[in-house]
Structures are given as C-alpha cells and as structure tokens.
C-alpha cells in the first residue's frame, strides 16, 4: 500500500481508537468498513483479531472494579459465543471476496442504524436470550471482526450504567477475541506463508493507532454523554457502511447498480442521517449526567445521607445548618444502614 493510503487508514483507526476509548466499543465498527475497501477480510480480520485482543485486555483490566457486580449477566452471553465464533470462521475460509465484502456490510448495516436510531427493549427472560444473542455476535465478529453495535442494543435495553456496561461489553469481547483468535490459528490464518506475512505489514498502522487513541478517548470525553457521543459515532457508521455496500455492489464483477445511482443512494442516506440526527440529538443531553460512586467517610454513611448538623459544639441527628436552641434532640450519630 502507498504512503498516502497507510496515513489515511492511519487517520481513520485513530478516530475509531478515541471512540473505543470513550463508550468502550466502536474501533473495527468505524475502521473495518474503511479498511474493507482496500484489503482482503483474510488478512484484516486476523489482524485486527490480535489487535482487539490486547485491547480489549486492557478496557477489561481499566473496569475491574465492577466484574464482580456484572460477571453473572455477562456469563451467559459468553457460553454462547462458541458456536458462532466456529460458524464465523468456517464462512471467512470458504467464501470469496466479493461475497464476503456484500455480506459483511449487509449485516452490519441494520445493526448500526438501530444504534443511531436508539432502539430499546427491555428484555424479560435475560439469561436465555443472552445466549442466544452470543451465539449471533460470536459469528458476526468472528465473520467481521465486529460485535459493539448488538452488544450495545442489548445491554443499553437491560439499563446498565456507563461503568457497568463498560465492564460488561469488556468481558465478552475479550472472551470473543480469544475464542475468534483460537479458531483462525486452527484455520491456518496465521501459519499460511502468504497471509501471515501480510498480516505482519497490516499490523503496525492499527497498533500504534489504539495505542494512542484509546487513552486519548478515556481522558478527552469523560464529560461527555455517552449516548449523544455513540449516537453521533453510528450515525458516521451508517454513511460508511453505505458507502461501502454502494462502492461493492456498483463496481466489477457485480454491477448491480450504476455509479449513478449508488452515488445517489450514498448522497440520499447522508442527508438522511443529517436530517435525523439533528432532530434526534435534541433529545439527547451533551454532558454525562451520571454522577461517581458515593462519598463515603469511615462509617459507611453516603455523603448526601451523613448526620453532620450540629447544636452548639454536639453533633446532633438531624441534617441542616448548625442551630443552637432547645427545640431538636440530641444524641449519638447512629450506625449506618447494613
């Protein structure tokens, strides 16, 4: 690949590193599609694979605090990522070029424009369909290297906070990575003379990209909402993605469509996602309103819950302005709540 190409793809890795970083999720859903245009699925997937993996490791041990209170919901959904991870990878082996770029951005495509859109629905039998769900993002990410957009619809319609559903999507896409990683190495993505070299020169753009994005989104847009930021993120996707289905469908050796009109389809759907998203950002607040964990001092008291009224120089039981008078009790601070 020429210069100019390797520092465009540089460009876009690095903006999807930052919205990794940021809502924990994002960078093959922006960079694959791109990337897709110029290199075969072969040697993108195991590339970004061996990425994703390392990256993921690290989201996984930045939100460790809070697997102890999300391990259980996530477990299930894991246990059923197997079974599409091997599908996903038997398709990649198989199937040609051209057929797996159509599919690729066929079945990214709806999932993406439901994120924009916001689609919630909360889930009763969540352990069952957990599974279920894993099977399906265990072979779309083994097939595409892409799973954020479905793990984002389910766990944003069971009502996870941000560090939860950081923490979540952080385990599965680990768990996902290391299956994805087993199953291309038994498949010979990485032992084949020609891939394996090409997937070594593939893989310093995207590196170095997440090496400096992923903290830059951590530390950039922490004040940001989440949902305004994913929903602006998905709404860029969706013009990608269509992009991408256009270019493939209208050029050799399908030509489905004419360049005419795959460049009015892309044209339609950009103002259409302009349209709708400046109508439906109205909604959605700029700043994060989730507020951190709870000032604790040593009795266990939350901040906003602390006896700290005084009468004279005695603390007193009631919360409010330091009063002095007969008219309020006085007495010991009581324990906190167990």
Not at 76 to 97: K, N
């Amino acid at each position: 690949m020429s210069f100019d190409l390797n520092l465009g793809l540089f460009l876009v890795a690095l903006g999807a590193a930052v919205v990794n970083g940021a809502v924990g999720y994002g960078f093959s859903t922006i960079f694959t599609p791109v990337a897709l245009l110029w290199t075969s699925s072969r040697i993108l997937n195991p590339s970004l694979v061996l990425v994703e993996f390392g990256m993921n490791g690290y989201l996984l041990y930045h939100q460790r605090e809070h697997l102890g209170t999300t391990w259980r919901r996530a477990a299930p959904m894991v246990l059923g990522l197997l079974p599409g991870v091997i599908l996903g990878t038997l398709l990649l082996a198989y199937l040609s070029l051209t057929e797996m770029r159509v599919g690729f951005y066929a079945l990214l495509l709806p999932l993406v424009a439901l994120q924009f859109l916001g689609v919630t629905r909360p889930l009763r039998s969540e352990g069952r369909a957990a599974t279920v769900w894993g099977s399906g993002i265990g072979f779309l990410y083994s097939f595409t290297t892409i799973s954020g957009p479905p793990l984002a619809l389910f766990w944003r319609n069971q009502g996870l906070g941000q560090d939860e559903f950081r923490a979540s999507v952080a385990q599965i896409r680990f768990a996902e990575g290391g299956f994805t990683l087993a199953a291309y190495a038994m498949a010979g993505f990485y032992t084949s003379g020609a891939t394996s070299a090409q997937v070594l020169v593939f893989l310093p753009t995207p590196v170095i990209a997440i090496a400096l994005g992923i903290p830059l989104g951590i530390l950039l847009l922490r004040g940001v909402s989440k949902d305004f930021f994913s929903r602006v993120a998905m709404g860029v996707d969706v013009v990608l993605v269509t992009y991408g289905l256009t270019k493939v469908t209208s050029s050799p050796p399908l030509n489905w469509i004419t360049p005419t009109v795959a460049t009015g389809l892309w044209l339609a759907t950009l103002v259409g996602i302009l349209t709708a998203g400046s109508w439906m950002l109205r909604a959605v607040p700029f700043r994060s309103t989730e507020r951190p964990a709870p000032d604790r001092f040593r009795t266990g008291w939350p901040a906003a819950e602390r006896p700290h009224r005084t009468v004279g120089n005695r603390q007193g039981l009631f919360p409010g302005p330091s009063v002095s008078g007969r008219n309020r009790p006085v007495g010991r601070t009581p324990r906190p709540p167990q």
